[in-house]
């Protein structure tokens, strides 16, 4: 069988552009860092880099929702701690209105301490976030969540709904809290029965019975009170569970996302070592190429006639 000089030539040809082709490829991942400078190179590998960096894009948005929670939880705890440590001083108070020497004067004077005290207790109850809306209030943001009623009472204005925002791939938690969990009734029996009073009700029902040396009011409001400060030490507890939570999960995605970028790296990442020893066996190839069909093309019968 005899092979054509133009047959050979575009043989050689062919081949030598399929080595520049290559070269230029190798060069390209030196060049950019990158396995793949375009998805036709491996449209497998290209597909699960894309998978990977939508996986990372929502690791960083799960980061940012829990900064953002996070902030809202130490707001809130800020708030509940001030007011219990109010309600502190309204026990003090509370136990002193009730000794049996004090007269109506001195009644008098802690009465005017405890109603400086609920506009402070009123004060944390209706605290804003950062965005202006109210934290105690359940969904009705913004709404104040405790204020006047019709009958002149304080009363809880905002719902008992909570809202859930995603922190991770089937993990939620809830970014509000109902003030009337917070700030929370009592149960009174009334004689007939028992009946649900709220938390500034008690405090008023207080006030009234310091001012009217009414020492079985007194007496009651005082097992009232610490049921008051029972309820607002429960919801520290609960906000430092989801404070708790929180730093968990975001240690678990820092994990996740080192993990996904690992990946990542070593399906897109050059390998600067492979990639310049293929580089180098690529040129030598190229020049054992051009320096092969440099002396064939020279060839001819004529040559061995002479």
Do not use: C, W
């Amino acid at each position: 069988m005899s092979i054509s000089t133009r047959y050979a030539f575009d043989q050689a040809s062919q081949q030598m552009s399929e080595l520049q082709t290559r070269i230029a490829k190798t060069q390209n991942q030196l060049a950019t860092g990158m396995q793949i400078s375009k998805p036709s190179d491996d449209p497998e590998k290209v597909v699960a880099i894309q998978r990977l960096q939508s996986a990372i894009v929502r690791q960083d948005s799960y980061t940012s929702t829990l900064a953002t929670v996070g902030d809202r939880l130490a707001a809130e705890e800020g708030s509940v701690r001030g007011a219990s440590e109010v309600m502190s001083r309204v026990k003090e108070l509370a136990v002193q209105a009730a000794n049996g020497t004090l007269g109506p004067a001195d009644r008098a004077n802690i009465a005017a301490e405890l109603d400086s005290l609920k506009s402070d207790l009123l004060a944390f109850a209706g605290s804003r976030d950062i965005d202006g809306n109210y934290m105690f209030s359940g969904t009705r943001s913004s709404q104040q969540p405790f204020a006047a009623g019709p009958a002149g009472g304080t009363e809880y204005r905002g719902d008992q709904s909570r809202i859930n925002v995603s922190i991770g791939e089937q993990r939620l938690i809830a970014v509000n809290r109902p003030g009337s969990q917070v700030f929370s009734s009592v149960a009174r029996n009334n004689g007939a029965g028992a009946v649900g009073v709220g938390f500034f009700q008690v405090l008023d029902d207080l006030t009234t019975a310091v001012r009217a040396s009414d020492q079985p009011g007194m007496q009651r409001s005082l097992d009232e009170v610490d049921q008051l400060q029972t309820g607002l030490s429960h919801a520290l507890a609960q906000i430092g569970a989801d404070q708790n939570t929180i730093s968990s999960q975001k240690i678990r995605i820092d994990e996740t996302k080192l993990r996904l970028q690992t990946t990542l790296s070593t399906l897109s990442d050059s390998d600067y070592t492979a990639a310049i020893t293929q580089l180098q066996k690529e040129t030598l190839s190229l020049q054992a190429a051009q320096s092969s069909f440099a002396k064939t093309s020279s060839l001819s019968l004529f040559n061995y006639l002479k």
